[in-house]
């Protein structure tokens, strides 16, 4: 979206308000197929699970990954229509339940979708044999997330060398392992820990056939980095190498998932703001704005993501702060930004918060999470007008 549309949308719906661009969904997950094309992807819709974006993903052929029963729901709501029969074939085929952790009321809810689950651990087995003994199982190891702006390896994943005894006892409890899954951290820009993490994954299936357990799939998560910065190198990159280490290590059969979040979304928003309050404190200019890390900035906060505040207006700029409209001295967007000089009702942008911003938005001080406006829904109208 160019300057004028945004400022736009800000004057029609008022602000804060998040624009959320259908097309770069579209061509984000096009990308995303095109680079790789022998893994299905399931969007992470941890990452955005706003209904919308679910349906654009849903009618261009994505997966999903949930990570809760109200996820689940949200992707059930675009099947719900369907006969009993299709409606299992596409939870089978087209959703994971990626969280290794479960509630058992979660479970038994499952259970009747015999949906895939990942688990980690010995204790979550017990659970899931007793709760939804009807699940595909999926082992999640924990891989290398050296660099990764969201670290995950410390909180799930067992230790490779733990890894074939926990297969092992899934299937002596009568449980059906499908496969093998690992995340190398979000927002992960050192290539290297695909690569390892595959070739880790891979001595896992190798030892587990040795003792007669045929793995048929490997998940090899989400962290595929958004281009927030110009150091993040290009997603073809990384894809080249992932092809080659998938080529390299596992037969052509083998079944390769991912669970791309932030790859798909990141870059489909931005958030519109505007200036509420000016002060010069210690020499500098701090500009309060009708947002915070409460609302759409809280991606600073859960996701440890920087986002750049941009002005409409043009002129000589100076070094600024950024404050949210929050009583809390938390709630700072940013100590240094380049801005002109602004006046009370003027407007500033941020780009790229399509990822884990909305989502974990608070109604913190009273204050609403920001509207959210979706342009260029309609993929099908807009080809059908053009063809006629
Ligand atoms: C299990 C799992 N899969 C996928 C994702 C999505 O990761 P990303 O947004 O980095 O692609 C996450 C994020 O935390 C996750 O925990």
């Known amino acids: 979206m160019n300057s004028r549309q945004l400022q736009a949308v800000a004057q029609e719906h008022g602000t804060p308000v998040v624009v959320i661009d259908h097309d770069v969904i579209r061509a984000n997950y096009a990308d995303f197929r095109k680079h790789l094309p022998k893994v299905q992807a399931y969007y992470a819709v941890k990452a955005n699970p706003a ?7 849903y009618q261009a052929g994505a997966s999903f ?9 949200l992707v059930y709501e675009n099947i719900k229509h369907l006969p009993a029969k299709e409606q299992q074939d596409f939870i089978w085929d087209k959703i994971v339940y990626a ?10 809810a499952l259970d009747q979708y015999k949906p895939l689950v990942t688990y980690d651990n010995l204790e979550e087995l017990r659970k899931i044999r007793q709760h939804a003994p009807h699940a595909g199982l999926m082992l999640r190891l924990r891989v290398p997330n050296t660099g990764s702006m969201v670290e995950l390896s410390s909180k799930f994943g067992c230790d490779p060398g733990e890894a074939v005894d926990l297969l092992e006892e899934a299937f002596r409890v009568g449980l059906v392992v499908e496969g093998l899954s690992f995340h190398v951290g979000s927002q992960c820009t050192n290539f290297l820990n695909f690569v390892q993490a595959v070739s880790m994954a891979a001595a896992v299936i190798q030892e587990a056939r040795g003792r007669g357990h045929e793995i048929k799939i490997l998940d090899i998560g989400g962290g595929f980095p958004a281009p927030y910065n110009r150091h993040v190198k290009p997603f073809s990159l990384l894809a080249e190498r992932i092809n080659a280490e998938i080529d390299r290590l596992f037969p052509a059969d083998m079944q390769i998932l991912a669970e791309p979040g932030r790859f798909l979304v990141a870059t489909a928003a931005v958030c519109v703001a505007r200036i509420i309050g000016k002060a010069i404190r210690d020499g500098k200019t701090c500009y309060y704005v009708d947002d915070s890390i409460y609302n759409t900035y809280s991606g600073i906060i859960f996701d440890h993501c920087q986002y750049r505040v941009k002005a409409f207006k043009r002129g000589k700029t100076e070094i600024c702060a950024v404050f949210g409209q929050t009583c809390d001295g938390l709630d700072a967007i940013s100590q240094a930004e380049e801005l002109p000089d602004l006046a009370i009702d003027d407007l500033v942008y941020s780009e790229n918060i399509g990822a884990y ?8 001080n009273g204050f609403p999470p920001a509207k959210v406006v979706h342009v260029n829904e309609r993929l099908r109208a807009r080809a059908a007008t053009a063809r006629a």
Not at 65 to 73: G, I, K, Q, R
Not at 357 to 364: D, L, N
């Open 51 to 57: 209904p919308e974006i679910i349906r654009a993903l």
């Open 65 to 73: 990954d949930v990570a809760s029963l109200p996820e689940f729901m």
């Open 99 to 108: 969280n290794p952790i479960k509630p058992t009321e979660t479970l038994r």
């Open 357 to 364: 911003s909305s989502a974990s938005a608070t109604w913190f």
